[in-house]
């Protein structure tokens, strides 16, 4: 039997985003725990009254707040028994700065261990990302790889860069010594494309299909195949990290390491992936992307340049990069084994439910978005 969290004191940083409030929700259904410290940039005034039915007895305090506000932290972790640190900036397009996707995911990550450490709390979950593992800037494939696969990596991208840095300060913080003599024990996730209601880049391909006469865009060609998982099943695998932290028998296995997390979620490309949620409502794909793969390589590179000549004048963001027409045209899949053997993880939702749970949120919010976008 996996241990349980009763009578825990935990921390979820980004606690209202797409998986921080889905882990929030899990832990408050699945655990009777004492509290739950919501710490998050813009925690919304419904928040707390949204998650009531499935409160129970758990005290639910919010931190609102920067990542880097040191007396903030403090706060939030004294007492505490375990973080999940879920809170990061994302950027596949090089939208944000990069001291400002520096400062929130690294020097956070940072500032969150070195509190961990000073007010005891002997048990840090960090939710890092697949994009950690590749692609390189060959596009050589992995399919069905696991945490031993070897692989030369080259990250080029920023965002790719800081969620490596910081999963290794995470790493290399496994069995320093806590003020009171203890060891901290750190484990790292690497989910795969994350999917689910909630999720804005499914959103973001939606209102691009919409525009284009209910068509989406075929960005990915059909053999570059990928897992995506599913929000829920993500929640479910920080809740085992946390059961297998607090045992001390799989404490000693888990800390210290990464593990891969995907679930049984059809290997299909990025593209068709949107067309299967999308699909039931009334959307179509493009057969082939609108030009061939080497012509978009080439200019996304120009695109990259003018960027660079204008970065001193003016702030110019290219919709497309070649890291990121990599990622959507490389094979690269990873299996759950080792999260299965050492964490008990085991998908809870299948693909059918997640799948239909993902069509319905989208369903909720189409004739809003189809508005939004006459209106413009």
């Known amino acids: 039997m996996a241990m349980s ?13 797409f998986l921080g409030e889905k882990l929030v929700r899990l832990l408050l259904e699945d655990e009777k725990l ?16 949204s998650l009531e039915g499935c409160r129970g007895e758990t005290k639910l305090t919010e931190f609102g707040g920067d990542i880097r506000d040191r007396e903030l932290l403090k706060r ?15 950027d596949v397009i090089g939208a944000i700065n990069y001291s400002e996707l520096h400062g929130v ?32 800037p060959r596009g050589e494939p992995i ?52 999917y689910g209601e909630g999720c804005r880049f499914t959103l973001g391909h939606m209102r691009d299909g919409i525009r284009n006469g209910d068509v989406l865009l075929r960005t990915s060609q059909r053999e570059a195949k990928v897992n995506p998982v599913y929000v829920g099943n993500v929640a479910l695998a920080h809740l085992q990290a946390a059961r297998a932290l607090k045992d001390p028998q799989k404490r000693a296995v888990v800390g210290g390491n990464f593990y891969y997390i995907s679930d049984n979620t059809p290997h299909v490309s990025y593209s068709d992936f949107n067309y299967a949620v999308l699909s039931p409502l009334g959307f179509g794909l493009q057969d082939k992307p609108t030009l061939p793969f080497p012509v978009l390589y080439l200019i996304s590179f120009f695109m990259e340049m003018l960027q660079a000549v204008l970065r001193p004048f003016l702030r110019f963001t290219p919709p497309l990069n070649r890291q990121l027409l990599i990622m959507l045209n490389t094979p690269f899949s990873f299996s759950y084994q080792k999260a299965h053997r ?10 059918a439910e997640a799948r239909q749970r993902t069509t319905d949120w989208l369903a909720s919010v189409l004739a809003r978005e189809r508005e939004r976008i006459s209106a413009k």
Not at 5 to 17: Q, Y
């Open 5 to 17: 969290l009763s009578g825990d004191i935990c921390v979820v940083t980004g606690a209202c985003g």
């Open 34 to 49: 004492l509290e739950i410290r919501l710490l998050d940039r813009n925690i919304g005034p419904g928040f707390i009254q």
């Open 76 to 90: 939030a972790c004294r007492g505490a028994t375990v973080i999940f640190h879920t809170a990061s900036l994302i």
């Open 105 to 136: 995911n690294v020097k956070g990550t940072q500032l969150l261990l070195e509190t961990c450490i000073q007010e005891n709390v002997p048990s840090f979950i960090y939710t890092s990302s697949i994009e950690v593992a590749g692609p390189n």
């Open 143 to 194: 399919i069905n790889g696991n945490e031993d696969t070897a692989y030369t990596l080259c990250l080029k991208f920023p965002y790719s860069k800081t969620k490596k840095e910081a999963e290794q300060l995470c790493l290399s913080a496994q069995g320093e010594l806590l003020e009171n003599g203890a060891q901290l024990a750190t484990c790292v996730l690497r989910p795969m494309y994350i």
């Open 342 to 351: 050492d964490l008990g993880y085991t998908p809870r939702y299948e693909w």
